[in-house]
């Protein structure tokens, strides 16, 4: 048998797309950030950072964890918007005009929301 080789699924994390709309939708965010105990998970699954969708054994290894270089170069990237289906047609030259739709509702609705702020 040759050499095969294996994902590592072991520390496999959520990807920054599904990490981007937990971390956007109020219901699902307030509920990993109090998860009831469960025996299976880490810490009883009271320790989970959110970013980097990981559990912790105690409190302090989650606060070393976010006080390092993999927690902050992981939030760093989900200060960006991931990359749309739509951007990636309109990359690939299909859909443009659906694309240019889509940037000036986007813009438009940045635009309320600053207006709102004020």
């Given amino acids: 048998m040759g050499s095969i080789r294996r994902s590592k699924t072991k520390r496999r994390t959520r990807d920054l797309d599904q990490v981007h709309s ?17 025996e299976d998970k880490p810490g009883l699954g009271q ?5 980097c969708a990981k559990y912790f054994e105690t409190d302090f290894a989650q606060t070393v964890h976010r006080r390092g270089k993999i927690h902050k170069r992981r939030v760093r990237m989900l200060k960006e918007m ?37």
């Fill in 82 to 118: 991931p990359i749309t289906a739509a951007e990636i047609d309109a990359a690939a030259g299909v859909g443009v005009q659906k694309y240019q739709e889509y940037v000036k509702k986007y813009e438009e609705s940045k635009k309320g929301d600053s207006e709102m702020k004020e």
């Fill in 47 to 51: 320790f989970y950072c959110v970013e």
């Fill in 22 to 38: 937990d971390i956007n939708t109020p219901e699902t965010l307030r509920k990993l950030q109090s998860q009831p105990v469960d």
